[in-house]
């Protein structure tokens, strides 16, 4: 009787053991595992975000970091009316986008590179900055665009570390998210710059040593979302670049148009600077059909249709919208929509047009 007693008042006290015992096990096997799967975790996550920077944008990147990074909007004009509207309409649309969910968008500064101030420095933040000597840019006045960032770097207070790279034919159709957030330029891929197949020219500026020209991004510098602190660098070459293609006959002949695009890939590349590629980080109407999932109109292609709604790309058409139409002022208030069966994206920019004149005082007074 008493060993039976005995029993019985040692068993719970034995079941208590054994359980403690038991989750003690469980848990540590539990820690054991949980520690290996976020050992696996980083490992995997480490090698998404390496990924060629010049080929996508890293798979969840944004998983990784929550920290809201702003950058300065940098707008590069001149004081032509045909800068000024399209700088009121880009500032305009600036100002709806900032503020709203999803927007990492901070301060705003117009870089007027013509050398005095203009009627719309009480709309539009401004910094004047000086253009290049007179003759230098050999008629091609985009050439300006690289000293007037220069000086605007050397001279302005820029809050923010990022900043966008921008011009006066953007209008922002959503919020715009820092998509440069893991230490990479952003920048936006086009068809027309083609590095690879201008070999013998960009070895006159991109020599050998360097690596090969596919090192070099199919890139403007605009739009680019970059740290202040790289642009800074890369400016001045940029700059440089730009001139001495410009000095170049069989460069000037090449690039044309688009010769400042290229001393920006070019400086880019010999600072050793690879861009992470957006595709929707803009659009281009005519040939980009819808907005979705875009941020930036670029309204620098005209766009032509007939009334039955068909595109007569070349020819001007029965119902146009085309930014060179208003070289000398702004386009009117209430502009025609285009006919039924033109692309989501030309009604969109029109619609966008029609708000931003129809809100912005004083419109027809350039």
């Given at each position: 009787?008493?060993?039976?007693?005995?029993?019985?008042?040692?068993?719970?006290?034995?079941?208590?053991?054994?359980?403690?015992?038991?989750?003690f096990v469980t848990y540590s096997l539990l820690a054991m595992k949980m520690h290996n799967r976020a050992a696996e975790w980083a490992y995997d996550a480490e090698a998404i975000v390496v990924p060629d920077p010049i080929i996508e944008?890293?798979?969840?990147?944004?998983?990784?970091?929550?920290?809201?990074?702003?950058?300065?909007?940098?707008?590069?004009?001149?004081?032509?009316p045909y800068s000024k509207w399209q700088s009121r309409i880009m500032y305009y649309w600036y100002k709806q986008q900032k503020d709203l969910p999803g927007s990492e968008m901070g301060g705003f500064t117009r870089i007027l590179h013509?050398?005095?101030?203009?009627?719309?420095?009480?709309?539009?933040?401004?910094?004047?900055?000086?253009?290049?000597?007179?003759?230098?840019?050999?008629?091609?006045?985009?050439?300006?665009?690289?000293?007037?960032?220069?000086?605007?770097?050397?001279?302005?207070?820029?809050?923010?570390?990022?900043?966008?790279?921008?011009?006066?034919?953007?209008?922002?159709?959503?919020?715009?998210?820092?998509?440069?957030?893991?230490?990479?330029?952003?920048?936006?891929?086009?068809?027309?710059?083609?590095?690879?197949?201008?070999?013998?020219?960009?070895?006159?500026?991109?020599?050998?040593?360097?690596?090969?020209?596919?090192?070099?991004?199919?890139?403007?510098?605009?739009?680019?979302?970059?740290?202040?602190?790289?642009?800074?660098?890369?400016?001045?070459?940029?700059?440089?670049?730009?001139?001495?293609?410009?000095?170049?006959?069989?460069?000037?002949?090449?690039?044309?148009?688009?010769?400042?695009?290229?001393?920006?890939?070019?400086?880019?590349?010999?600072?050793?600077?690879?861009?992470?590629?957006?595709?929707?980080?803009?659009?281009?109407?005519?040939?980009?059909?819808?907005?979705?999932?875009?941020?930036?109109?670029?309204?620098?292609?005209?766009?032509?249709?007939?009334?039955?709604?068909?595109?007569?790309?070349?020819?001007?058409?029965?119902?146009?919208?085309?930014?060179?139409?208003?070289?000398?002022?702004?386009?009117?208030?209430?502009?025609?929509?285009?006919?039924?069966?033109?692309?989501e994206s030309v009604v969109t920019l029109v619609k966008m047009v029609n708000q931003a004149t129809a809100n912005i005082p004083n419109w027809n007074t350039e």
């Amino acid at each position: 009787m008493i060993e039976r007693k005995t029993m019985s008042r040692a068993s719970p006290l034995l079941l208590v053991l054994l359980a403690c015992g038991f989750c003690f096990v469980t848990y540590s096997l539990l820690a054991m595992k949980m520690h290996n799967r976020a050992a696996e975790w980083a490992y995997d996550a480490e090698a998404i975000v390496v990924p060629d920077p010049i080929i996508e944008m890293p798979r969840n990147v944004k998983m990784l970091s929550n920290a809201r990074l702003p950058f300065h909007v940098a707008l590069t004009a001149t004081d032509a009316p045909y800068s000024k509207w399209q700088s009121r309409i880009m500032y305009y649309w600036y100002k709806q986008q900032k503020d709203l969910p999803g927007s990492e968008m901070g301060g705003f500064t117009r870089i007027l590179h013509s050398g005095s101030p203009d009627n719309l420095m009480d709309e539009i933040p401004t910094m004047v900055v000086d253009p290049l000597p007179a003759g230098l840019d050999r008629g091609y006045i985009v050439l300006n665009r690289p000293w007037a960032f220069v000086q605007w770097l050397e001279r302005a207070k820029i809050v923010e570390e990022y900043i966008l790279m921008a011009e006066p034919d953007h209008i922002f159709i959503r919020p715009l998210p820092n998509l440069a957030n893991t230490g990479y330029p952003a920048a936006f891929p086009f068809f027309y710059i083609k590095p690879d197949q201008n070999d013998k020219i960009i070895r006159k500026f991109y020599p050998s040593e360097k690596g090969p020209v596919n090192k070099i991004d199919p890139i403007g510098n605009s739009p680019v979302i970059i740290k202040k602190d790289l642009l800074k660098k890369i400016a001045p070459t940029w700059m440089n670049v730009s001139l001495k293609m410009k000095e170049d006959p069989e460069t000037d002949k090449a690039f044309g148009w688009v010769l400042e695009m290229y001393a920006y890939a070019v400086a880019s590349a010999l600072h050793g600077v690879q861009h992470i590629l957006h595709k929707d980080f803009m659009l281009q109407p005519p040939w980009d059909l819808e907005t979705k999932d875009k941020f930036i109109i670029h309204y620098t292609y005209g766009c032509d249709y007939n009334m039955k709604g068909e595109l007569t790309y070349g020819k001007i058409g029965e119902w146009r919208f085309d930014k060179r139409s208003h070289l000398s002022g702004p386009p009117p208030r209430n502009l025609q929509l285009p006919p039924r069966g033109v692309p989501e994206s030309v009604v969109t920019l029109v619609k966008m047009v029609n708000q931003a004149t129809a809100n912005i005082p004083n419109w027809n007074t350039e």
